[in-house]
């Protein structure tokens, strides 16, 4: 037991007599093998009261408490939880209604619509919104499934240079005329990762960099330093401001709210990348462009 325990517990029962108590309790700690203390209620109630109110009979129960350190931390640990939800589910709440009102919007207006010009716009402008609700559904179900352990990983020896190639093919039809996409020279390594998982943080951060660069040079490709690949995708876009940089890789975390986006593509990027052993950053300054970075370890840990 804690010393500063004793008192109360030898002298609880002598409390309740000497006193004339009905009943008292008090909590005492006993330490366990491990040399932490389990906190513990021991209580006493009066039976077989004489006249004078001078109890000869005194029961006592042990119950077994949490400890309140603890309590307290649990308590705090499922308002933060509680409060995270809430406004998780207020921001998907705001995402979701974004493209679903385009989409609803435009459709009306294509029922009525009669220039064919104007149709082909509308038509445009909701397969555009389908592909944003689309995105967001599929990022916040891969989160979730990161978040719970259920996602599926698939590890093997891959060639990262074609992989590059394949996100070039995949990137080179969304380029404005005005950008060009360069795929710099990369040496050629083995890297033991998941391809797919690959691909998706490479496409992520390359359709982040076209969205904001509307003109310049957008450059990708990775590097081997020492037992780990860099990867690195640099823009002349936008560039990120001073006070969004510390929070561009949390949920909903967008550089510029009036400019289409999930605002989770960075963070599903930053959970994977950390599950896959590696770390993820940036380098950033406004009007002139942003320099993400994230590594991978040659051989999985």
Same mark, same amino acid.
């Given at each position: 037991?804690?010393?500063?325990?004793?008192?109360?517990?030898?002298?609880?029962?002598?409390?309740?007599?000497?006193?004339?108590?009905?009943?008292?309790?008090?909590?005492?700690?006993?330490?366990?093998?491990?040399?932490?203390?389990?906190?513990?209620?021991?209580?006493?109630?009066?039976?077989?009261?004489?006249?004078?109110?001078?109890?000869?009979?005194?029961?006592?129960?042990?119950?077994?408490?949490?400890?309140?350190?603890?309590?307290?931390?649990?308590?705090?640990?499922?308002?933060?939880?509680?409060?995270?939800?809430?406004?998780?589910?207020?921001?998907?709440?705001?995402?979701?209604?974004?493209?679903?009102?385009?989409?609803?919007?435009?459709?009306?207006?294509?029922?009525?619509?009669?220039?064919?010009?104007?149709?082909?716009?509308?038509?445009?402008?909701?397969?555009?919104?389908?592909?944003?609700?689309?995105?967001?559904?599929?990022?916040?179900?891969e989160m979730s499934r990161i978040e719970s352990n259920t996602i599926n990983w698939s590890y093997e020896d891959v060639n990262p240079l074609a992989i590059m190639h394949d996100v070039y093919e995949y990137a080179s039809p969304r380029i404005s005329e005005n950008v060009r996409l360069i795929?710099?020279?990369?040496?050629?390594?083995?890297?033991?990762?998941?391809?797919?998982?690959? @691909? &998706?943080?490479? %496409?992520?951060?390359?359709?982040?960099? +076209? !969205?904001?660069? #509307?003109?310049?040079?957008?450059? =990708?490709?990775?590097?081997?330093?020492?037992?780990?690949?860099?990867?690195?995708?640099?823009?002349?876009?936008?560039?990120?401001?001073?006070?969004?940089?510390?929070?561009?890789?949390?949920?909903?975390?967008?550089?510029?709210?009036?400019?289409?986006?999930?605002?989770?593509?960075?963070?599903?990027?930053? @959970? &994977?990348?950390? %599950?896959?052993?590696?770390?993820?950053? +940036? !380098?950033?300054? #406004?009007?002139?462009?942003?320099? =993400?970075?994230?590594?991978?370890?040659?051989?999985?840990?």
């Open positions: 037991r804690k010393p500063e325990d004793s008192l109360d517990f030898f002298y609880l029962f002598n409390k309740i007599r000497d006193e004339k108590l009905s009943s008292h309790n008090v909590t005492f700690h006993l330490k366990n093998q491990d040399g932490t203390y389990k906190m513990y209620e021991i209580s006493g109630k009066s039976m077989d009261i004489d006249e004078s109110g001078t109890p000869h009979v005194i029961i006592g129960s042990i119950i077994e408490k949490e400890n309140d350190e603890l309590a307290i931390a649990n308590h705090q640990k499922s308002k933060d939880l509680s409060l995270l939800k809430s406004t998780f589910l207020a921001n998907m709440t705001h995402e979701i209604r974004t493209p679903l009102n385009a989409i609803v919007g435009f459709s009306d207006m294509l029922g009525l619509e009669d220039d064919p010009e104007m149709r082909e716009q509308y038509i445009s402008m909701i397969k555009e919104n389908n592909t944003a609700l689309l995105e967001l559904i599929n990022d916040t179900l795929l710099d020279d990369s040496p050629n390594v083995s890297l033991h990762t998941d391809k797919h998982k690959l @691909m &998706l943080i490479l %496409k992520k951060l390359l359709s982040n960099a +076209l !969205r904001y660069t #509307e003109k310049g040079e957008i450059h =990708f490709g990775y590097r081997e330093k020492e037992d780990f690949v860099e990867f690195y995708v640099k823009d002349s876009g936008i560039g990120i401001p001073a006070e969004r940089v510390a929070t561009i890789f949390r949920r909903f975390g967008k550089v510029n709210d009036f400019v289409q986006g999930t605002g989770l593509g960075l963070t599903l990027c930053r @959970m &994977l990348v950390e %599950k896959m052993g590696g770390r993820i950053w +940036l !380098r950033s300054q #406004e009007g002139q462009g942003s320099r =993400f970075y994230f590594t991978l370890p040659l051989i999985r840990q």
